[in-house]
């Protein structure tokens, strides 16, 4: 497989952080992870899938970098590079990208971010967008403090809010980790070489705007720019999470019911204060992250049908969610929300969201969205909820399923259907999945 983007790795940093591992004698990039530098990790997995132009930016100690890769043919890439004579920034060395680049799009990879990512998926992704530049975004366990992209529900990225901002309203979990798909055009907007910011200076400027897009994945990506980090991330290479978590491998699924498993049972929720978390809920969801497993929210929210709120409202109760997630360690990898209602003639409603659908749970419209996002093995997947509806979606659907005892507990009594496994709540759910007593 050939193609023709080319990859920008930036490797230029003196990395202070991991100065009592590199003894500030080989630059950070070429820090050994299980016996290979760094850099060496990033472009194996860029040329499996068929990148093969290399362009790194080397400063602090680069000459290291050149003797190691020389012009890449021993590792079956090209590889040029570009010399800071004093450190630009971000973005300041991309001037000089201008010529080699012109209009075509290119990949911008930090030298500290380690990752194994199925490309091909993301490149689709920024292809079918018409995308300016697209950001890799994730969530993780720590949102409170991390470096958040904002975004739409049509995956536009409108904004950015800093870790060190006060925040005072809901955010959604979604952590830019330091991987863009850029488009050349974008280059010529510099005019001489000097120091720059990337996000700042030049991807600010487009969002909101309709010009820049986020790329969500629950694949490996993390930044190995410290030593507790470059630790961490070495024990997830050497005990094969990198390369499961690769969305060209086949990916086991939890899929979760909301209302009544996640979170309290109040009927239908319409404002963000009517949300409580069940006791257990984070307990279980960051259990979920721990295992490999992805924990993806599958919930009908007829409200939007009825009247009662607006897709903006969802949004909001959700960003909530994922802020109570996350103060206690655990995250969504995504959710789906249907807001449809087949039953016409109520004079409140919004007919605009009143018809049948396909993605109205029992129907398997919202999992089959996930099941082909995130190459997920049904056979080896679970849904978990306090309804039978929740029960018939998973064995429409082809999953293994499990009642839990709150919220409803499947009083409801919609369909004649009966769980493969019943639990009292969602955290003994997910310990029989992983037979934990």
Request: aromatic share 8%.
């Amino acid at each position: 497989m050939k193609n023709n983007y080319t990859a920008v790795i930036q490797a230029g940093g003196k990395g202070t952080r991991l100065t009592p591992l590199t003894h500030d004698k080989i630059p950070k990039p070429m820090l050994l992870l299980n016996g290979k530098p760094m850099l060496q990790w990033q472009i194996d997995n860029l040329s499996r899938y068929g990148i093969k132009e290399f362009v790194i930016i080397i400063g602090h100690l680069g000459e290291k970098i050149k003797e190691h890769f020389e012009d890449g043919s021993r590792f079956g890439v090209h590889i040029t590079y570009i010399e800071e004579k004093e450190p630009l920034g971000s973005a300041g060395s991309l001037f000089f990208l201008k010529n080699r680049i012109q209009d075509q799009p290119f990949l911008l990879i930090f030298g500290d971010v380690m990752f194994d990512l199925a490309w091909d998926r993301m490149i689709a992704f920024h292809e079918s967008k018409d995308s300016t530049a697209t950001l890799l975004v994730h969530p993780n366990s720590h949102p409170y403090d991390s470096d958040l992209i904002l975004m739409d529900y049509e995956d536009h990225v409108i904004g950015m809010d800093s870790k060190t901002n006060i925040r005072k309203s809901w955010y959604d979990n979604c952590v830019n980790a330091g991987i863009y798909i850029i488009s050349g055009s974008v280059l010529q907007k510099l005019n001489t070489p000097a120091k720059m910011d990337l996000e700042k200076d030049l991807l600010k400027p487009l969002m909101g705007k309709g010009h820049i897009y986020g790329y969500r994945t629950p694949e490996y990506v993390r930044d190995a720019g410290t030593v507790g980090r470059f630790q961490a991330v070495q024990k997830a290479q050497k005990d094969g999470v990198w390369s499961t978590k690769n969305l060209s491998n086949v990916q086991r699924c939890i899929f979760l019911d909301r209302d009544g498993t996640i979170n309290r049972h109040k009927g239908l929720i319409s404002k963000e204060e009517e949300l409580e978390l069940e006791p257990c809920a984070a307990e279980a969801i960051r259990l979920i992250n721990e295992s490999g497993y992805l924990a993806v929210v599958i919930t009908n929210q007829s409200v939007v049908a009825r009247g009662m709120c607006s897709i903006d409202d969802i949004e909001r109760i959700h960003r909530k969610l994922a802020v109570l997630l996350g103060e206690q360690g655990a995250y969504l990898d995504d959710l789906a929300f249907c807001p449809h209602h087949p039953d016409k003639g109520y004079p409140e409603e919004n007919p605009e969201y009143k018809m049948t659908c396909s993605c109205r749970k029992p129907g398997t419209g919202m999992l089959d969205g996930m099941i082909e996002k995130y190459n997920i093995d049904c056979s080896n997947s679970y849904m978990i909820g306090d309804s039978t509806i929740d029960i018939q979606t998973g064995i429409n659907a082809g999953l293994h399923t499990i009642l839990v005892h709150t919220g409803v507990a499947g009083t409801d009594a919609k369909y004649d259907v009966k769980a493969e496994t019943e639990a009292r709540d969602l955290l003994e759910a997910v310990k029989k999945i992983h037979g934990i007593s």
